[in-house]
């Protein structure tokens, strides 16, 4: 059974930073481009970040470029997304995705085969 577990939200501060993890079990973890997606209350569900299954590509949306910054660690099955500079309009519920080998699909969240439970971030200004 596929298992990606999100992990790192919480309630904290307009300017402050967080680190959320995404833990994942029984996948070939190297052959997945791993994404980040999130969903405030009411709206849909927007792609975040993602980094490739090769070659260490990363792509973020323009909301969060040059404050985000996604990361795997092949090692340890685990996907990071360290989010520095958080804003009021982060909050949502962040949610880490799987796609086999995808280069063109990565911000598709309909391309996805594997998704998270989600964890809750939360900025207040």
């Known amino acids: 059974q596929v298992q990606l577990v999100e992990s790192g939200g919480g309630l904290v501060q307009a300017g402050a930073s967080l680190r959320l993890s995404c833990a994942t079990s029984?996948?070939?973890?190297?052959?997945?481009?791993m994404g980040w997606f999130r969903q405030a209350p009411g709206k849909e569900r927007l792609f975040v970040a993602a980094?490739?299954?090769?070659?260490?590509?990363?792509y973020y949306a323009d909301s969060v470029k040059g404050r985000f910054t996604i990361s795997r660690d092949n090692a340890k099955n685990t996907v990071y997304l360290q989010m520095n500079s958080l804003k009021p309009e982060d909050t949502a519920i962040y949610y880490c995705?799987?796609?086999?080998?995808?280069?063109?699909?990565?911000?598709?969240?309909?391309?996805?085969?594997?998704w998270g439970q989600g964890t809750q971030v939360t900025v207040s200004s």
């Open positions: 980094i490739l299954w090769t070659g260490g590509t990363t």
């Open positions: 995705a799987g796609l086999f080998r995808s280069y063109s699909d990565y911000a598709l969240k309909s391309k996805y085969h594997y």
């Open positions: 029984e996948l070939t973890f190297s052959a997945y481009t």
